[in-house]
């Protein structure tokens, strides 16, 4: 028995909320440098680290619309069942795997999130946690985490039923296509994934496979690697297992601050990982072997790791992880035309909980590896991948869900230019999903020119593709094509090509021929990062007041103002403000940050007694920590009447440890 059914799942859950029109200019993919390689990592290890690293989310837009409010919604699923398993999937946020019950026990595998609450730590911002997220692309939580893919139910020889998943990838310019089936009577549930590359160039290439799953004071994760390698002081060091600093490193509390470990997977062993509870129960993943790395993520035990967990509604969980590369800060070159596959098997792990937990390392994978390999041997992964492309390239013939226009624009584009069409035969496009972001550049591709519209009306999308670009530039020569919309498009474009000069005069020019908004924003937000303050309050200033109801832009502009150090403009500014915004948390953490450094000391100290946080506080971001760190400071330093030296500074932080509810500290403790 196999079957692949829709239901609806409802959940408290917060509202995603629109788009960010802003175009997201500044550069989040910090390269690795040399330097942070410690002489442990072995030549191999080193090749491909912290290599292409694109520049940041364009030509995708930020999803930082989210609240804290949480109501109960409905989310259409995908579930596929069999005597084992029951395996339901949210096609509406990038197709993750949700929730794998095994059926026998009736226990869940996965550490499924009880709520639904974006957060700010993927590449577009919003991400939730739980599941099992697919991540193709870069490094980062992958832009189609909270956005919808294409689904669909295809059948196998047998008649058993697959769920299909597709989507364009835009920055690498990659079709890929997921296909998850269940065997009638099989133990494990299988997730086919391919990629293909049509571009005529090598491209960077990433995936990883992100398993949340529940962490105890007894979850021990078993792995067949004898090292991994892990960031210690800032630098890859390679790191033996399962001791390291008086540590069993292999489980998910040894360790009180965040940390992730990879794992050193011999070459020719099947790759696999698990964890598993006191009692020896847990999960498995394996796969074959293109999908090598493996990884253990995990929050930690001191407060910000806790209060990280809290903040995203989950119960305490770890993720292990696989990928293709050794590490997320390695990409690996995809030749012109390569289409890569892989299969991976996930299952319910049982081992006697002696050997689990043994403190010889040998019997835990020894033991782990009998169970895995009686359940899914090498041999039968590879059959299983090799007798898929039978029916893995047969299109489905009803879509069950819409993704989004780009590959059938991207597949329209090539059609009119005599490019090769999108070689992934199993998927396609419907011309269906074209829609309003797409149609501007439809109109560029039909007429020559790209429409122009008001300027108080958002951008419909942008586009960064060198193909673009071009079709783009020679339209500013056509009489009608010279306009505000095309010439700051234009900007944004040149800016991703990183150069800035023709990008802010393209700005500059679209002002000239129309004021917007848009324009005066990307000035605003290229002075910023080019440290020019002032020059970033003057612009951003300006598109705040043409539209004061917009609420990035009043961010962008006392970000501005708290760079300028214009500490009482930005106090009058949010006196200023409706109420509901004088108590957003992003807008109280730039008025918090000002009573400081203005020396309004017992107005700060209430501002913090006030429980706040800003809704879309970044990973890392210890903004509020330090804040109360300062406030601590400042006190003892007004009462002594001289400014502390560094001892007394770290006195005072010991004695007064930052409240539970503000700390988002990653790596203390």
């Given at each position: ?16 909320g629109p788009e960010n029109p802003l175009p997201p200019l500044a550069n989040i993919c910090v390269p690795q440098p ?127 039923p697959a769920l299909r998943m597709w989507e364009w990838e835009r920055v690498r310019q990659t079709p890929f296509q ?492």
């Amino acid at each position: 028995m196999s079957e692949l059914r829709w239901e609806t799942w409802t959940l408290p859950a917060a509202r995603l909320g629109p788009e960010n029109p802003l175009p997201p200019l500044a550069n989040i993919c910090v390269p690795q440098p040399e330097s942070r390689i410690d002489a442990s990592v072995s030549p191999e290890d080193r090749e491909y680290f912290g290599w292409g690293l694109p520049s940041g989310p364009l030509p995708y837009c930020l999803q930082d619309g989210y609240n804290r409010v949480r109501t109960p919604r409905a989310f259409p699923v995908a579930v596929l069942e069999n005597e084992f398993l029951r395996a339901t999937f949210f096609t509406g946020f990038g197709g993750r795997l949700w929730s794998l019950v095994h059926k026998p026990t009736g226990r869940e595998l996965l550490a499924r999130n009880p709520v639904f609450q974006p957060c700010n730590l993927a590449v577009r911002n919003a991400w939730f946690s739980g599941g099992v997220e697919w991540n193709i692309g870069w490094r980062g939580h992958w832009p189609y985490t909270c956005s919808p893919l294409f689904a669909a139910c295809v059948r196998l020889p047998d008649g058993t039923p697959a769920l299909r998943m597709w989507e364009w990838e835009r920055v690498r310019q990659t079709p890929f296509q997921i296909d998850a089936w269940l065997p009638p009577g099989a133990p494990v549930l299988l997730v086919r994934v391919a990629i293909h590359n049509p571009l005529p160039t090598t491209t960077p290439m990433y995936w990883w496979s992100n398993i949340a799953v529940e962490q105890t004071s007894a979850t021990r994760v078993i792995v067949p690697a004898e090292d991994a390698l892990t960031f210690e002081s800032g630098r890859l060091t390679c790191t033996p297992l399962p001791f390291h600093n008086g540590h069993d490193n292999t489980y998910a509390t040894a360790i009180p601050h965040s940390s992730e470990w990879f794992f050193r997977v011999p070459g020719g062993a099947q790759p696999w990982i698990a964890a598993v509870d006191a009692q020896g129960f847990g999960l498995f993943q394996t796969s074959t072997p293109r999908l090598r790395g493996r990884k253990l993520f995990r929050w930690g035990t001191n407060p910000g790791g806790q209060a990280w967990q809290r903040f995203l509604g989950t119960p305490d969980y770890i993720e292990i992880q696989a990928g293709l590369a050794r590490t997320q800060a390695h990409h690996l070159p995809m030749p012109a035309g390569a289409t890569w596959t892989w299969l991976e098997a996930y299952g319910c792990l049982q081992i006697d909980a002696a050997s689990a937990h043994s403190k010889e390392w040998k019997t835990a994978q020894q033991a782990a590896a009998h169970v895995i390999e009686a359940q899914m041997p090498a041999p039968a992964l590879d059959t299983l991948l090799s007798d898929a492309e039978a029916w893995t390239s047969i299109p489905p013939n009803e879509l069950l869900a819409q993704g989004s226009g780009w590959g059938a624009l991207e597949a329209t584009r090539r059609e009119r230019a005599g490019e090769p069409r999108l070689q992934l035969p199993g998927i396609f496009f419907p011309g269906e999903s074209l829609g309003a972001e797409q149609q501007p550049w439809l109109t560029l591709l039909d007429a020559g020119t790209l429409p122009e519209s008001p300027p108080d009306a958002s951008p419909a999308s942008y586009q960064v593709q060198a193909a673009w670009s071009r079709l783009l530039e020679q339209s500013l020569a056509h009489p009608d094509g010279r306009h505000w919309l095309s010439l700051f498009l234009h900007g944004v474009m040149r800016w991703h090509e990183h150069l800035p000069a023709e990008a802010q005069q393209a700005w500059q020019e679209s002002i000239r021929l129309r004021p917007n908004l848009w324009a005066e924003y990307c000035l605003g937000a290229a002075a910023l990062m080019d440290s020019r303050p002032a020059d970033a309050v003057h612009h951003l200033l300006r598109a705040w007041q043409m539209r004061p109801d917009f609420f990035p832009l009043l961010a962008e502009y006392l970000a501005a103002l708290t760079a300028a150090q214009q500490r009482q403009t930005l106090l009058d500014t949010v006196h200023g403000l409706p109420a509901d915004l004088q108590t957003n948390g992003r807008i109280r953490l730039f008025h918090g940050q000002a009573l400081l450094e203005l020396g309004r000391l017992d107005e700060l100290a209430r501002l913090l007694e006030d429980t706040f946080v800003a809704e879309d506080l970044r990973e890392g971001d210890s903004s509020v920590s330090a804040l109360w760190f300062r406030l601590q400071e400042a006190r003892e330093a007004q009462r002594l009447g001289r400014p502390l030296t560094e001892e007394e500074c770290a006195a005072v932080r010991r004695a007064n440890p930052v409240p539970a509810r503000i700390d988002f500290r990653m790596n203390e403790g």
